[in-house]
């Protein structure tokens, strides 16, 4: 298995623009996180879904931030309108169930200018 | 509030010392995760513990769930060892400690 895909690698973008982040989790997984890190505040978890469903969505930090999960093979973090505060590295993760093991994704390094 | 604290911060050891990271956290808990982040910023899960220990070659983790505290040994330490190792212990939410940085030197 080629482990958990995240595209972009890297994202540029200017203050106010859209952004949306890509997650391919391990086939099989049913379980997918979305992290941000930042040299700030570490590693936060901002949504966890289960079967596809959001299960906890409480680190989300506001309402420009959202996430789907159309498919059991695919889910997106969208950013609408992104701030220079957005920019950190966001991890994507999945597992066979909540508390088993993670198998986290190279990340997305989100810049905001 | 799930507060989580690592000690210690950067450590530094020779090759083939034996190394503890001690992470403490503050509520009840259903499971504790140990992550490894490399100097390239990849994070790989290494432990995933609900009580007692678990070992995964030179690596053993512990966890006192009375204490609410957890250690990550590694024995025979490598410069590969070399990394970013954070606790993330999960109540009712998760929290992530501030990671130890450890540096092994030849």
């Known amino acids: ?113 | 509030k799930n507060e989580v604290e690592q000690s210690p911060q950067n450590l530094t050891a020779q090759e083939g010392e034996f190394i503890t990271i001690n992470c403490s956290y503050s509520v009840g808990i259903s499971a504790l995760h140990w992550l490894q982040q490399h100097p390239g910023g990849g994070i790989v899960s290494l432990f995933m513990l609900s009580s007692g220990k678990k070992k995964h070659g030179r690596l053993i983790a512990t966890i006192n769930i009375q204490e609410k505290h957890s250690s990550l040994h590694i024995t025979a330490s490598h410069p590969r060892d070399s990394a970013v190792y954070i606790c993330a212990p999960r109540g009712d939410d998760m929290r992530f400690g501030a990671g130890t940085r450890l540096t092994v030197k030849p």
């Not at chain 1, 080629?2 to 989790?25: D, F, N, W, Y």
């Not at chain 1, 498919?71 to 992104?82: H, W």
């Open chain 1, 1 to 113: 298995d080629a482990g958990v895909i995240q595209s972009p690698r890297h994202e540029v973008t200017e203050m106010g623009q859209e952004v949306t982040l890509r997650c391919k989790p391990i086939s099989g997984h049913n379980s997918l996180f979305w992290y941000r890190q930042t040299m700030m505040r570490g590693l936060e978890l901002l949504i966890y879904f289960n079967n596809n469903v959001p299960i906890d969505d409480s680190g989300m930090p506001e309402d420009r931030f959202s996430a789907k999960m159309p498919n059991a093979s695919f889910s997106t973090l969208k950013i609408q309108p992104s701030e220079p505060r957005d920019s950190a590295v966001y991890f994507c993760a999945s597992s066979t169930d909540r508390p088993d093991t993670q198998y986290f994704g190279p990340g997305t390094r989100l810049t905001v200018l």
